[in-house]
């Protein structure tokens, strides 16, 4: 069974970086797409970025295009989310999903909540202002 388990959140100052990491256990995850959703207290899921199975192809949200990338290491079965610029807004539980119903995905988008079949726990970034 497949487990997604994310780490490098934390509280961080305006401006400031953070790196997040998601490994995955059980399975090879190296041939599905993966993605990046946050969500902040009282408010929906958001896509904020998505990678295909062999980090050739990236999609960012508006709102953090720019600031953000995610970028993965097949041979370590992990993905990253590395989120520099970080604002008081980008403050949410950030989760890593896959795609397993996919392998080799490349074309077109993956922003949608029901695009993924599995989710990690998440991990609570905060940015104060």
Request: glycine residues 12%; hydrophobic residues 30%; positive net charge.
């Amino acid at each position: 069974q497949v487990q997604l388990v994310e780490s490098g959140g934390g509280l961080v100052q305006a401006g400031g970086s953070l790196r997040l990491s998601c490994t995955a256990s059980g399975r090879t995850i190296a041939a599905y797409g993966m993605g990046w959703f946050r969500q902040a207290r009282g408010k929906e899921r958001e896509f904020v970025a998505s990678i295909n199975w062999n980090g050739g192809r990236t999609d960012y949200a508006d709102s953090v295009q720019g600031r953000f990338t995610t970028s993965r290491d097949n041979a370590k079965n992990t993905v990253y989310l590395q989120m520099n610029s970080l604002k008081p807004e980008d403050t949410a539980v950030y989760y890593c999903v896959i795609d397993l119903r996919a392998p080799n995905w490349s074309q077109g988008q993956k922003r949608r909540v029901s695009d993924y079949d599995l989710w990690g726990q998440g991990t609570q970034v905060t940015v104060s202002s």
